[in-house]
């Protein structure tokens, strides 16, 4: 619907159909799809005088549903934190463990967090439903299908494995479960920078259930008293619990679309101007590093720890590229542009360089020792990485630089899926190529 509201506003000047069309929009939850359509011919055409009393219509409507839209959902979100913290809570439990090792908490919290947050959104907008159900399932279906594999011993590497990336797993489902395969790339990108405001506001909520915790245990320490241990596990386990219910509510609008939320303000300002600030420096460590690889060359060759040093800094750097990047070319002055573009281009020339020289050494420690999950894990990561990075830059030489923003958050958009087809090949493949090796 979001498709063809956009392409009629921005093909049609009849008042009757736009108006049909809105009131259709705002029946079918899609209103703020309709808006942006319309204000984006407006600013294209700013002296038609219809386009104009549309852009100001909108902005009326905007500025008086602003309050209600932008209102945090306590009475919703409250009672479904509480419900993930207990759940939290009671998976400490000792007997609740795989192995009589890794608690079952370990496996299963970012399904129950994925199932937790998608229900938050529905209850606030039930538009969601026809997208996020499908993609729910699926999350709940990889939770179970590890869980039961992790019971059947499938080995302590495939558990290590779907600790890391069932939560990626998760992640993505609400993501797509929340704007569809066929949402733009602009969409997607947009929903990954408000993903980082989300754990940006997550963190902050987390040293606050952590000064809690610490201080209530102070409190009961003067007085003598000391909690018992599985007290203070059920209390930093279910405070952390209902942490993530409580950061998508404050930091995201359900009843807003993608594109509509805001990203100029609070800790979404924040996102933006601390990526900025971390290129330059992220340039000259790597400007450094690459000076100081021929006195060590051999080290990611013998050294394990190294290899995973890298592979983390790939991913970090895919995220400061994203962080660094607006969503709007009007959201960044245009002076800045070009100097921004650069960074940009220079950290991700830099890191393909050190990338490669990484996958190098997982690929000769591979030729001595055999295939094992964990070093075809490295690869793939490592590979994939590597790969948006080179189309990055591709893609930045031979398109216009005027739309420099637009050809980078289509790699992004591309890398989702990537991610999430290689994570979900992960979780269901491992066990069933490595049983018993």
């Not at 529905?122 to 997208?131: I, M, Q, S, T």
């Not at 075809?376 to 590979?383: A, C, D, E, Q, R």
Request: proline fraction near 5%; hydrophobic fraction near 55%.
């Amino acid at each position: 619907m979001t498709n063809s509201i956009q392409g009629l506003a921005l093909n049609s000047d009849d008042p009757r159909t736009l108006e049909e069309m809105y009131q259709a929009a705002r029946h079918q939850g899609e209103a703020d799809s309709f808006a942006a359509a319309m204000i984006s011919r407006y600013q294209s055409a700013p002296d038609n005088p219809l386009y104009a009393a549309w852009y100001y219509r909108l902005q009326a409507r905007s500025q008086h549903g602003e309050a209600e839209d932008g209102r945090i959902a306590w009475r919703r979100a409250l009672p479904l934190a509480l419900l993930s913290g207990l759940v939290f809570a009671l998976l400490t439990d000792s007997r609740l463990t795989i192995d009589g090792d890794a608690p079952y908490l370990v496996l299963l919290w970012s399904p129950i967090v994925a199932v937790l947050v998608y229900l938050f959104l529905l209850l606030e907008n039930p538009a969601y439903r026809r997208r996020a159900l499908p993609a729910l399932g699926g999350v709940v279906a990889a939770g179970v299908y590890t869980f039961a594999l992790a019971l059947s011993g499938a080995g302590e590497t495939y558990q290590i494995l779907s600790v890391l990336h069932l939560p990626l797993l998760a992640w993505l489902g609400v993501g797509f479960g929340m704007l569809g395969w066929a949402s733009s790339a602009r969409e997607r990108f947009a929903a990954l920078i408000k993903t980082l405001e989300i754990g940006l506001t997550g963190a902050v909520f987390g040293g606050g259930v952590l000064a809690f915790v610490l201080i209530t245990m102070g409190l009961f320490a003067a007085l003598g008293l000391d909690l018992p241990d599985w007290l203070i596990a059920m209390l930093f386990v279910g405070g952390a619990g209902l942490v993530p219910v409580i950061a998508v509510a404050v930091a995201f609008q359900p009843k807003r679309q993608i594109l509509a939320q805001r990203f100029e303000q609070g800790l979404g300002r924040l996102v933006p101007i601390l990526m900025r600030l971390l290129l330059p420096l992220v340039l000259l460590v790597l400007v450094i590093y690459l000076c100081f690889i021929p006195f060590n060359f051999m080290g990611p060759f013998r050294e394990r720890e190294l290899l995973i040093v890298y592979n983390v800094m790939l991913f970090a750097v895919m995220a400061l590229l994203v962080g660094a990047t607006p969503v709007r070319s009007s959201d960044l002055p245009a002076r800045y542009h070009h100097w921004l573009r650069t960074a940009i281009l220079a950290v991700a020339g830099l890191s393909v360089v050190i990338g490669l020289y990484a996958l190098a050494a997982v690929v000769y420690r591979t030729s001595l020792g055999g295939i094992t999950p964990n070093r075809l894990t490295v690869i793939g990561w490592n590979t994939i990485n590597i790969g948006l990075l080179i189309v990055l830059l591709y893609r930045q030489w031979r398109d216009d630089r005027s739309q420099w923003i637009d050809a980078l958050q289509r790699v992004v958009s591309t890398a989702l899926a990537i991610y999430a087809g290689w994570a979900l090949f992960l979780v269901l493949a491992i066990p069933l190529l490595f049983w018993g090796a």
